[in-house]
């Protein structure tokens, strides 16, 4: 049995201990946002935040994450939309296909958690995940956006 | 206004509707909006209104990102005179347009049609609806309708001081028989006050946190799920495999044949089917194919740019003889690679199959292409086959050119009768089984007068056709028309911009092994590529401003040059870049529209191409919803610059050599550059807005490189061509 922490339910689950952990949240737990993009840590759509760090959980085996550690993933950041993040996403209209924007929006809530001012050169560093529709300019304007709301 | 009276007949679809009954029977356990999916009968085949005054719109076509849906909604509401605020969606399915006579027509969604092909029907289907819902009101209040006026839902009679909603008379107003057709007026498009806005998207909220369910997310009861392994090679087929190597692996079910193609291994979850899988042992038949390598595949291009035989695209004048007689000429040949799709939601689709009803759940950009090949597979008569609808994670062509990932759900699925199987496509077997963009090469002899004045063009483009690969029945005696694109002598599609007195398009077809299939923008990009970036070429030969070079050819083409003069108005072209920054052109006409683009750029020593800014201008006649179409712009610069700049798919052995984006690298947040975005919509027609872009993104860079660096890069991606300064 592994026990996992995710977004503050503590679930029992029978899986092999080399699952990535995107697929046990994604079919064991049934939790869906969090998208298979490459299952190699190439693009982010996987992204998830243990214990505030943003993580590409398609190349984490579910064996190296304990009970302890908090995993939140789309579903936990705020089911109603009221994260400032999702409110400069809403704003500004980011999201074309949607398919990355899960990873992308628990890329940029950990970036901001940790770095609450970022440069514009900062966020073009740190946001490494593929958006295929070409997002990115909405992407860095919702992050500063955001920030800005966050820092009131 | 006409007068509308009880009984209903079928709208649009002649006596169709009727015969089917008002219950429409939308069985959508998830697609579309579930909080829109009600019993409330509908005011016609596009509209519906809940007592509460919600507006269902149905959205015929496929939402993949492009935003279509709410441009298609806007243009309804537009006509319905409703609140927007109140305006909701909803997905009919393809059986249902079967079962109802085709009465939402096309659902396909490619060649940046959704908008500029159906917007005629959609906005009468609103305006229809308006006019039966005034009816439905004056009929209560036995007063003339032309005395009742409309505004956000809520219908008035002045005369009376009578008012009332859309939600409360739109069960009356659907028993009433629907105007005919031609009684319909549409507003002009300058009174616009819904579409034509720069609206948010309705499909915004739920893909930020988690709520959307895409395809690959479908869960069904009893749901078990397979991971498919196709012959590497093209064309190769299944030998054998050993299940008893696998079979007392976790949550294995079974393993079975994928036609003769491939193999699929069903388990409880897909993670478990994808180890079991990779585990287990395979024998192909790879066939000939495995002897093709990319070298083959070049050689054979290079040889058709000189061959004696080609197809001829259009001509006018005598190519040959007044090159023979130009006082110079300049000479180039230009290559463009294989491109994969890369939609970032792999290739997937759920399948419930018995001896009865055959169900697929998908995303797909031709639902109606889906059901077909779900009524071929499956064996069973049209109306015992059904297709969900799922927003698409990305289509870019690839989920139009084939529905072979609704081909293999539905052949595992019925290895297990009763039970819902999902099938995922691992990244790697996606990016290894691709219809990619067709490889092509292009030779161009250009002959210039006593004047220097460009006399003379021949271009023999030389490599695969799409139709050959996808639908071999469209060529015409051997011609595939769509090679041309961007290059026609004329027409409203892709017309080609410039006009010079002796000019000679052909096409020698190359196919080879690998599938071609519609790659956002399709052959508009390479023909881009080859046209611009010669062109510019041309006007450095000849010592021309390459702005001023291309608008000597454009007087008849006055929609083509205006988009070119807006970007260098806006990008200050004639006056001097910021110090090391330097520009490049290009336009094209493609889907109907016209755009043109100045990339600006500069070029360290080391050979780092950074790209600044990026002007473009779009005319698409009518613009539903500007802030959408810059988006679309500017992810179409996103698109069409990996592929310029990283973009390529070879060949090795027969299979394809790159399997994921560690080989087939994408363009990301570091070398995002600024666009600005002019949309000047001339009107008096329809352009698309998804793909158009995509044609000027390579050609404007590339040209802004030559004039960084000297350098002419031939051969994309520009990754192959090392820009350091010597
Ligand atoms: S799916 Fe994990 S990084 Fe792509
Ligand atoms: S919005 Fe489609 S991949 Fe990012």
């Given at each position: 049995m592994t026990r996992l922490s995710i977004n503050d339910v503590v679930y029992d689950l029978d899986v092999e201990p080399e699952t990535p952990?995107?697929?046990?949240?994604?079919?064991?737990?049934?939790?869906?946002?969090?998208?298979?993009?490459?299952?190699v840590a190439q693009c982010g759509a996987c992204t998830v935040h243990i214990d505030g760090v943003a993580t590409r959980s398609c190349a984490i085996p579910v064996s190296t994450v304990t009970e302890q550690q908090k995993i939140v993933t789309i579903e936990g950041l705020s089911p109603d939309l009221a994260h400032p993040v999702q409110k400069a996403w809403l704003e500004l209209d980011v999201p074309q296909c949607g398919y990355c924007q899960s990873g992308q929006i628990m890329a940029a809530t950990a970036l901001l958690n940790a770095n609450p001012r970022p440069t514009e050169q900062q966020i073009r560093e740190e946001m490494t995940n593929i958006c295929r529709c070409g997002t990115y300019n909405r992407i860095k304007a919702a992050i500063q956006l955001a920030s800005n709301t966050m820092a009131g | 206004m006409t007068t509308l009276t009880v009984p209903r007949r079928g709208f649009l679809a002649g006596g169709a509707a009727a015969a089917a009954g008002l219950t429409l029977g939308f069985h959508l356990p998830f697609g579309g909006d579930a909080s829109a999916q009600s019993v409330t009968p509908e005011v016609n085949a596009w509209v519906v209104i809940k007592p509460d005054d919600t507006v269902v719109v149905r959205i015929a076509r496929a939402e993949m990102g492009q935003g279509t849906l709410t441009g298609l909604a806007q243009l309804v509401a537009e006509e319905l005179e409703c609140d927007w605020n109140k305006v909701?969606?909803?997905?009919?399915?393809?059986?249902?347009?079967?079962?109802?006579?085709?009465?939402?027509?096309?659902?396909?969604?490619?060649?940046?049609?959704?908008?500029?092909?159906?917007?005629?029907?959609?906005?009468?289907?609103?305006?229809?609806?308006?006019?039966?819902?005034?009816?439905?009101?004056?009929?209560?209040?036995?007063?003339?309708?032309?005395?009742?006026?409309?505004a956000k839902g809520v219908i008035t009679h002045a005369v009376t001081g009578?008012?009332?909603?859309?939600?409360?008379?739109?069960?009356?107003?659907?028993?009433?028989?629907?105007?005919?057709?031609?009684s319909i007026t549409l507003k002009d498009p300058k009174t616009w006050t819904i579409a034509g806005q720069p609206l948010k998207r309705l499909d915004t909220p739920e893909k930020l946190n988690g709520r959307q369910i895409y395809s690959i997310d479908v869960k069904l009861p009893g749901m078990l799920n397979a991971a498919l392994k196709i012959c590497p090679v093209f064309g190769g087929k299944i030998k054998n495999f050993d299940v008893t190597q696998i079979e007392n692996m976790p949550g294995f079910k079974k393993a079975v044949?994928?036609?003769?193609?491939?193999?699929?291994?069903?388990?409880?979850?897909?993670?478990?089917?994808?180890?079991?899988?990779?585990?287990?042992?395979?024998?192909?038949?790879?066939?000939?194919?495995?002897?093709?390598?990319?070298?083959?595949?070049?050689?054979?291009?290079?040889?058709?740019?000189?061959?004696?035989?080609?197809?001829?695209?259009?001509?006018?004048?005598?190519?040959?003889?007044?090159?023979?007689?130009?006082?110079?000429?300049?000479?180039?040949?230009?290559?463009?690679?294989?491109q994969h799709h890369v939609t970032m939601e792999p290739m997937n689709a759920t399948a419930l199959w018995t001896p009865q009803k055959c169900e697929v759940w998908t995303a797909t950009q031709n639902a109606e292409a889906a059901l077909a090949t779900a009524t071929e597979v499956s064996g069973l008569?049209?109306?015992?086959?059904?297709?969900?609808?799922?927003?698409?994670?990305?289509?870019?062509?690839?989920?139009?050119?084939?529905?072979?990932?609704?081909?293999y759900a539905i052949l595992i699925a019925k290895e297990m009768p009763g039970t819902p199987v999902k099938t995922i496509w691992s990244r790697e077997e996606d990016m290894t089984h691709g219809w990619y963009h067709p490889a092509t090469q292009c030779r161009l002899i250009a002959g210039f007068d006593d004047q220097d004045n460009l006399n003379a063009l021949h271009m023999r483009i030389s490599g695969q056709s799409i139709l050959a690969t996808i639908s071999p029945a469209r060529l015409q005696n051997g011609r595939d028309a769509a090679t041309f694109q961007g290059l026609n002598p004329e027409g409203p599609e892709s017309q080609l911009g410039y006009t010079v007195p002796n000019l000679l398009i052909e096409h020698a077809m190359r196919n080879s092994h690998v599938p071609a299939g519609f790659w956002r923008g399709v052959n508009n990009n390479q023909n881009a590529i080859y046209l611009e970036c010669f062109l510019d070429e041309l006007a450095h030969s000849a010592k021309q401003d390459p702005l001023e070079f291309r608008r000597k050819l454009m007087a008849n083409h006055p929609k083509h040059r205006a988009v070119l003069d807006a970007v260098a108005e806006k990008v200050g072209w004639g006056t001097p870049p910021p110090a090391g920054?330097?520009?490049?052109?290009?336009?094209?006409?493609?889907?109907?529209?016209?755009?043109?683009?100045?990339?600006?750029?500069?070029?360290?020593?080391?050979?780092?191409?950074?790209?600044?800014?990026?002007?473009?201008?779009?005319?698409?006649?009518?613009?539903?919803?500007?802030?959408?179409?810059?988006?679309?712009?500017?992810?179409?610069?996103?698109?069409?610059?990996?592929a310029a700049l990283y973009g390529e798919i070879t060949i090795a052995n027969g299979r394809v050599e790159q399997e994921n984006f560690d080989t087939y690298q994408m363009l990301r947040m570091d070398e995002m550059f600024d666009v600005e975005t002019i949309i000047m919509p001339s009107g008096g027609f329809w352009g698309g807005v998804g793909e158009?872009?995509?044609?000027?993104?390579?050609?404007?860079?590339?040209?802004?490189?030559?004039?960084?660096?000297?350098?002419?890069?031939?051969?994309?991606?520009?990754?192959?061509?090392?820009?350091?300064?010597?």
């Open positions: 952990l995107l697929w046990v949240i994604r079919e064991q737990v049934g939790l869906t946002g969090t998208k298979y993009g490459c299952g | 909701t969606w909803e997905y009919p399915t393809p059986g249902e347009n079967v079962r109802r006579g085709r009465v939402w027509q096309n659902f396909g969604t490619a060649g940046s049609q959704g908008i500029r092909q159906s917007n005629d029907y959609v906005r009468k289907g609103g305006a229809a609806a308006r006019m039966m819902l005034v009816q439905a009101a004056a009929n209560e209040w036995k007063v003339p309708v032309g005395e009742c006026t409309v009578r008012s009332t909603s859309y939600g409360k008379v739109a069960a009356a107003a659907s028993l009433l028989t629907p105007p005919p057709t031609d044949r994928v036609g003769d193609t491939g193999v699929a291994v069903i388990a409880d979850t897909w993670w478990r089917a994808k180890t079991a899988l990779d585990a287990l042992p395979i024998e192909w038949d790879e066939g000939p194919n495995s002897k093709v390598q990319q070298a083959d595949i070049l050689a054979a291009q290079t040889e058709g740019l000189t061959a004696s035989e080609a197809i001829l695209g259009s001509k006018n004048g005598d190519a040959h003889a007044a090159l023979a007689s130009a006082r110079r000429t300049v000479e180039a040949v230009y290559a463009v690679p294989h008569p049209i109306d015992k086959n059904e297709v969900y609808r799922l927003h698409l994670g990305g289509g870019f062509g690839r989920r139009s050119s084939s529905q072979d990932f609704v081909r920054v330097y520009r490049g052109l290009a336009q094209q006409m493609g889907f109907g529209s016209y755009v043109a683009a100045c990339a600006e750029v500069s070029v360290s020593d080391a050979g780092i191409l950074k790209i600044h800014r990026i002007v473009a201008a779009t005319d698409c006649g009518h613009a539903v919803n500007p802030q959408q179409i810059a988006a679309q712009v500017e992810g179409s610069f996103v698109y069409g610059l990996t158009p872009t995509i044609f000027v993104a390579a050609p404007a860079v590339l040209n802004a490189v030559f004039a960084a660096t000297g350098i002419r890069v031939r051969q994309v991606p520009l990754s192959k061509t090392s820009l350091k300064k010597a």
